[in-house]
C-alpha cells in the first residue's frame, strides 16, 4: 500500500533510519499530547464532580405543585416569569431585599394563617387554605367507593373545585412537556395520598395507614440517599402498563410483615385492590434513617398511572424536576414557570396555579410556615441564585484555576516535543544532504523536498499523539483509580488531540524543510 | 539547430575576499547526436560547464539557449523541470538512494514530472528502462546488491527514463575498472547511436575523452581545442555481450 504513495513511504524510511531519535521525539510529543488529553480529562471530571456533588445535595431539584397558595393575594407574575412572590409582609419597594416588616404585622398575619390552618381544610370556604398538606389529609378516604360527607381523594384531584390553594392543574402531559426542555435531567410525575395499606390474606387484618405517592421509575434518581434493600424500583415497564405493583418503604414492610422482613413477591391490598411488592426502599445515609410518619420510608410507591386508573382522573399533584447542571436552576425553573403558564393559557394579569419551588427555597423555608417561607422566598427571589450558583461558579473558577496550570504544563509539554522533532529533522536534513542534492538535480521542486520533510514530521507526530491519546487516558484512569481524582475523557478532546498533533508537526518542521528545500544541489551532491 | 548554444558565458565566484573566475568568455554550439567529450584538468573550469549546461547553475554573465530557449533567466523550480524532462545525469559516484530498490531508485524522476504519473506508467517506464539497460532481473535488489558497473547501469537507467535529449554524464567511469568502464561507454555510444540521444561527457582521462565524436579540451575557463574526434570503437575493445540498447 504504501508503494502508492512514494512520498510517504519516503518519510517512514526516513524516520525508521535513525529508530532512536526517532522514538526519543516521538516519546516528547507522546508526553505533551497525553499531557493535553489528561488535562482536558481533569477538568472536565471536576467540572463533573462539582455538578455531582450539588445534585446528590439535591441543590438541582425543582418542585412543581398544583396550586398555588399565594393566589388570590399574589403579585402578578412580571412578564419575565420571575417566581411569583408576594407582598404578604412587605410590597417590593424596587430593590432586591424587602423592607423590613414591622414586627406586629409580622405577628398579625402569623395568627391570621394560624387560624386558618385550624379551621380549615381544603374544602374549608375561606379559600386560604392550610398548606400543611398532613393537616388537610388526615382523614379516611382510602376507600374510593366509599361515600363521604366531604371530599375525597378523587375530588381534590379531579375537577370538583375545592379550593384554590390545591387547584388540580397539573397534568402528565405537562410533565412530557417540561422533560423536553433543554438542561432537564429527570422528570417524575406524582401524586400523593394517604391510605390505608393491608397485607392481603392475612387473616389478622394487619393495616398501616401510611404516605402513598403515585410515581415514576426515576424517582431513586432524583431522591439522593436511596437505596434498594429489596427487589427493585418500579420500571418504565410498570408506569407504561398501569400495572398493580408496589415499592413499600422499610418503616411500612417492618409493620406489615415484621422487623426486617423481605416482603418481596407478597400480596397487599389498597383500596381493595391487590398489589404485588417488588421491593423495599432504604436510607443509604446515616443522616436520615427511616422514622415513622416520615415522608419517603414510611410511605409506598405505586406507578402513578395505577393510580391514575383506579381513580380514573389524570391529574398530578407535583412534578418533580431535576436539572442537569446545578448552576442553571434558577434559568430552568423560570423556563418551567413560563412553560406551564403558556400550556395551562395563563393570561398576562393571571396568577399562576401552580407553583415552582428549588429546593435553595424549600430549605429556607424549613421550620417557617410554609406560606411565611413563601412569603420570605418569594421577596428573595433571586436568593438560588446567590447560593447555588455561587458556590457553583466559586468551584468553577477553581477548576480553571487548575485547568490553566494543566493547560500550562500541557503546552510546554507540547513545546518541547515539538522541539525534539525539529531536531530529529536538521539532523535529518544534514545526513540526506545528498540524497536531497540528488533529487534536487533529477528535477524535484521546493515544494517536493520541503513537503518530504514536512510528512516527516505529520508522520511522527500523529503517531506520537496517537500514543499520547492511549498515554492520556491511561493517565486519567490511573489518577481516578489511585488518586481518586475524578476524570472524565472525552472522545471529542481524543479525536482532537491528533489534528493538534498533526499541527505541531507542520509547525517545527517548517524551519528543516524550508533548509532542506533551500540546498544548493551542487553543494549538496559534493557533501559527503 | 543547435540544442545547446553558449554565448560567451561567464562565470565568478566569490571566495570571500577572492574573485574567483570559473569561466572566462566560452562559446559553444553542441549539434543534436554529437557525442561530446569535455577534458580538462581539475580546475579547468570544466565542471562549473557542465553544471550551467546541466541547468544546476546559471552563468554570471553570457546566455545559454537550451533547445533554442534561453535559461539563463529562469527561476530554481522552472529549472527544476527542465532538469526533469531534458536532461539525464550520470554522475561519477553514481548517486543511488541506497536501501532503495534498483527499480525505485529510476523511478525517482518520474516522482517529481508534471503532471503527476500514475503508479503503475512510474513502474512500467522504470522497468522497461533497467530491461533496456540488462538488470531486468536485478530490478528489486538495493544497490549495495549490486556491482559498480550494475550501479552504473541503474544510474543510466535513471537518466533515461524520462525520454530526455540530452545525457550529461560527469566522470561517469570514475569509479569503474576499465573492463566496466568500457561497457559503460558502449552504452552511452549506442544510446546515441540508436536513439539520436546527445552526450556531454566530462572527463579528465583522454582515454575515456577518445570515445566520444568530438573532443573539446577546456583550461582556465577558456576552450583551448574543439575537434572532431573518430571515436574508439568499444566493440573490438570488449567483445563482452551487453544487453542491446533498443
Known amino acids: 500500500m504504501l508503494a502508492r504513495y512514494p512520498i510517504l513511504q519516503l518519510a517512514f524510511h526516513a524516520l525508521l533510519r535513525h529508530r532512536m531519535q526517532t522514538a526519543l521525539a516521538m516519546i516528547g510529543v507522546m508526553v505533551g499530547v497525553g499531557a493535553l488529553v489528561t488535562s482536558v480529562a481533569l477538568g472536565r471530571g471536576a467540572q463533573q464532580s462539582v455538578d455531582d456533588q450539588l445534585r446528590a445535595a439535591g441543590a438541582n431539584l425543582i418542585m412543581v405543585t398544583a396550586g398555588n397558595f399565594q393566589r388570590a393575594r399574589e403579585e402578578m407574575t412580571d412578564p419575565d416569569g420571575n417566581i411569583g412572590h408576594t407582598a404578604l409582609l412587605a410590597p417590593r419597594t424596587g430593590g432586591m431585599w424587602p423592607q423590613a416588616p414591622r414586627p406586629e404585622y409580622r405577628l398579625a398575619t402569623l395568627t391570621f394563617f394560624r387560624g386558618v390552618m385550624a379551621g380549615g381544610g381544603p374544602w374549608a370556604p375561606t379559600g386560604y387554605v392550610a398548606a400543611d398538606p ?25 375537577d370538583v373545585s375545592a379550593g384554590l390553594g390545591s387547584a388540580a392543574t397539573l397534568t402528565r402531559a405537562d410533565a412530557a412537556a ?74 411500612v414492610a417492618d409493620r406489615l410483615f415484621g422487623d426486617g422482613a423481605n416482603p418481596v413477591g407478597r400480596t397487599v391490598t389498597l383500596w ?53 447542571s446545578a448552576g442553571d436552576v434558577s434559568a430552568l425553573a423560570k423556563r418551567i414557570k413560563l412553560l406551564l403558564r403558556e400550556r395551562h393559557r395563563i393570561g398576562v394579569a393571571t396568577p399562576d396555579d401552580f407553583s415552582v419551588a428549588t429546593v435553595a427555597q424549600q430549605a429556607i423555608g424549613k421550620g417557617l410556615s410554609p406560606a411565611l417561607a413563601r412569603a420570605v422566598t418569594g421577596n428573595l427571589q433571586d436568593i438560588d441564585r446567590l447560593t447555588i450558583e455561587q458556590l457553583s461558579a466559586s468551584l468553577r473558577r477553581t477548576n480553571l484555576t487548575m485547568l490553566a496550570l494543566l493547560a500550562g504544563v500541557a503546552t510546554v509539554s507540547l513545546l518541547v516535543g515539538g522541539i525534539g522533532v525539529m531536531n530529529l529533522l536538521l ?36 503517531a506520537g499523539g496517537v500514543l499520547g491519546v492511549v498515554g492520556g487516558m491511561l493517565a486519567s484512569g490511573g489518577l481516578e483509580h489511585f488518586f481518586q481524582w475524578s476524570t472524565v475523557v472525552s472522545p471529542l478532546s481524543a479525536v482532537l488531540a491528533l489534528p493538534v498533533a498533526a499541527l505541531l508537526g507542520v509547525a517545527f518542521s517548517l524551519y528543516p524543510a524550508r533548509r532542506a528545500a533551500r540546498l544548493d544541489p551542487i553543494e549538496a551532491l559534493r557533501h559527503e | 539547430m543547435s540544442i545547446i548554444s553558449l554565448q560567451d558565458l561567464k562565470k565568478t565566484y566569490t571566495l570571500g575576499d577572492n574573485v574567483v573566475q570559473a569561466l572566462a568568455g566560452v562559446s559553444l554550439e553542441i549539434e543534436p547526436g554529437e557525442f561530446v567529450a569535455i577534458t580538462g584538468p581539475s580546475g579547468s573550469g570544466k565542471s562549473t560547464l557542465m553544471h550551467i549546461i546541466g541547468c544546476l547553475d546559471r552563468p554570471t554573465e553570457g546566455k545559454y539557449l537550451l533547445d533554442g530557449k534561453d535559461v539563463s533567466g529562469l527561476t530554481r523550480d522552472e529549472l527544476a523541470d527542465i532538469r526533469n ?28 514530472s508534471r503532471p503527476v504519473m500514475p503508479v503503475a506508467e512510474r513502474r512500467d517506464k522504470a522497468m522497461k528502462a533497467l530491461i533496456a539497460m540488462g538488470l531486468g532481473d536485478r530490478a528489486h535488489h538495493h544497490p549495495n546488491q549490486l556491482s559498480g558497473g550494475q550501479q552504473q547501469r541503474v544510474a543510466i537507467a535513471r537518466a533515461l527514463v524520462n525520454e530526455p535529449t540530452l545525457i550529461l554524464a560527469d566522470e561517469p567511469t570514475g569509479n569503474l575498472d576499465s573492463v566496466t568502464s568500457i561497457e559503460v561507454m558502449r552504452i552511452l555510444q549506442e544510446l546515441r547511436e540508436r536513439r539520436g540521444i546527445t552526450i556531454v561527457l566530462i572527463t579528465h582521462e583522454p582515454d575515456i575523452a577518445a ?19 573518430a571515436p574508439r570503437d568499444t566493440f573490438a575493445e570488449a567483445p563482452v555481450a551487453i544487453a542491446a540498447v533498443g
Request: hydrophobic share 40%; aromatic share 6%; net charge positive.
Open chain 1, 134 to 158: 398532613r393537616l388537610m389529609l388526615a382523614h379516611y378516604e382510602d376507600d374510593p367507593l366509599a361515600i363521604h360527607d366531604h371530599p375525597t381523594a378523587k375530588d381534590r384531584l379531579g
Open chain 1, 178 to 251: 417540561i422533560a423536553k426542555l433543554s438542561g432537564v435531567q429527570y422528570v417524575v410525575a406524582g401524586v400523593h395520598e394517604n391510605a390505608h395499606i393491608s397485607v392481603a390474606d392475612d387473616p389478622g387484618r394487619k393495616q398501616w395507614f401510611t404516605r402513598l405517592h403515585g410515581t415514576e421509575a426515576k424517582l431513586p434518581e432524583v431522591r439522593s440517599g436511596w437505596s434498594m434493600a429489596h427487589g427493585r424500583f418500579l420500571s418504565d415497564a410498570d408506569v407504561d402498563g398501569s400495572t398493580q405493583v408496589m415499592v413499600i418503604g422499610r418503616i
Open chain 1, 272 to 324: 381493595n385492590q391487590r398489589f404485588r411488592v417488588v421491593g423495599v426502599v432504604t436510607s443509604r445515609s446515616w443522616a436520615s434513617q427511616p422514622t415513622a410518619g416520615d415522608d419517603q420510608f414510611d410511605a409506598v410507591y405505586v406507578p402513578v398511572t395505577t393510580i391514575n386508573r383506579l381513580l380514573n382522573l389524570s391529574k398530578l399533584n407535583t412534578i418533580a424536576v431535576t436539572s442537569e
Open chain 1, 427 to 462: 539532523l535529518s536534513v544534514t545526513q540526506r544532504t545528498r540524497e536531497v542534492g540528488l533529487r534536487i538535480a533529477l528535477g524535484a521542486r521546493r515544494r517536493d523536498i520541503a513537503l518530504q520533510f514536512v510528512l516527516e514530521a505529520i508522520l511522527l507526530c500523529l
Open chain 2, 85 to 112: 524532462r531534458q536532461i539525464g545525469f550520470v554522475f561519477q559516484g553514481f548517486n543511488l538512494l541506497p536501501r532503495t530498490s534498483a527499480v525505485e531508485n529510476v523511478e525517482v524522476p518520474l516522482l517529481y
Open chain 2, 211 to 229: 570515445y566520444g565524436t568530438r573532443v573539446i579540451a577546456v583550461r582556465d575557463g577558456k576552450i583551448l581545442s574543439d575537434r572532431p574526434n
